[in-house]
């Protein structure tokens, strides 16, 4: 583990561990360190009521611990929203490695990364998120059962990712512009690893304006060969007239700065935590005239995947299930509309019922 004096004086001030970890009510937090392998990474295990706590593990290189934390706790939380809302019989998790994924992961880092999720005792299963792939994941096997998005399983769960996210789209369109036909619509897409391509193939079959932008050169050239998609600089990525904006790669980019920039009808992409400050961007967005759709509730067909593998079910069962968030996304913004209140809040109203109402059969008489 982080030795304390770090965690107090380098990471968090005045503010301990602990006091942050109430602020969304976690359960656990397990520190990692390995001077052999250079592994550094936080588990955070946010709330198992439905079952045992399913996230990703994300690598990157975050510029401080505090900043890892922060991403954790945040991510782990969302992961609790994400599986309720679908339904899943799965609380939420999430780890998080910090260094850079294509210059420190190797063998060893995953291996003993392995252990401690070994070490949890089934209490947190993982799979991949960013900067992590099926391979690393086989590395990490070797030392724990506790890990799905295996090669010759259910494998990488991105496809399924993006069609949830391509779903939840054609119904804000719907919505926006009376039609869920994406055909000429502009869309923005902002990261393309994985999910974001595997998006951005759906949305040129149907014929829609793709513009994309990535921080890695290689990737980006060879996505917009590939689907004749339009590149654009890192910041012009919110200048652009738009219809969607499709946020798939980082979190907090509805920010401030951003909204004062963006020029779409509809925001609905594959990223974590896209509102920096849901309780002020959520409200800032719906003002706006914006349709936001709850990212947690978008992309959680890469968890449905996963269940499908812990529960031995099909990869069409894992389709279907992505499709129902069509309907899902319909819901809440008609609960949305009639309440008055923004889509982020009904969607953390939704989750927290199903979790509440679970937890409440589950009291002893």
Known sequence: MFEVKDI?????GENPVIERMSQYNHEQLLFCNDNATGLKAIIAVHNTTLGPALGGTRMWAYNNELEALNDVLRLSRGMTYKNSISGLNLGGGKAVIIGDARKNKNEA?????????????????????VGISTADMSWVNMETNHVVGLPGKSGDPSPVTA????????????????????????????GVGHVGEYLVAHLAKEGAKVFISDIHE???KRVASTYKAEVVGLDDIYTI????????????TV?????????????????????????????????KGILYIPDFMINAGGV?????????????????KAEEIYNRTLSIVNRSNESKMPTYKIANTMAEERINAIGNIKLPM
């Not at 449905?304 to 990869?315: D, L, P, R, S």
Request: hydrophobic fraction near 45%; proline fraction near 1%; charge should be neutral.
């Open 8 to 12: 107090r004086e380098t990471a968090l």
């Open 109 to 129: 880092l995953m291996r003993r990364f392995g252990k401690f999720v070994n070490s949890l005792g089934g209490k947190y299963i993982t799979a991949e998120d």
């Open 163 to 190: 069609y949830g996210v391509y779903m939840g789209m054609k119904a804000a369109a719907k919505v926006q512009f009376g039609s869920d036909s994406l055909a000429g619509k502009k869309i923005a897409v902002q």
């Open 218 to 220: 290689d990737t980006l």
């Open 241 to 252: 007239d738009m219809d969607i904006y499709a946020p798939c790669a980082l979190g907090a």
């Open 255 to 287: 920010n401030d700065d951003t909204l004062a920039k963006l020029k779409c009808s509809i925001i609905a992409g594959a990223a974590n935590n896209q509102l920096k400050n849901e309780a002020v961007h959520g409200e800032v967005v719906r003002d």
């Open 304 to 320: 449905i995947n996963c269940y499908a593998e812990v529960k031995g079910f099909t990869a069409e069962w894992a389709m279907s």
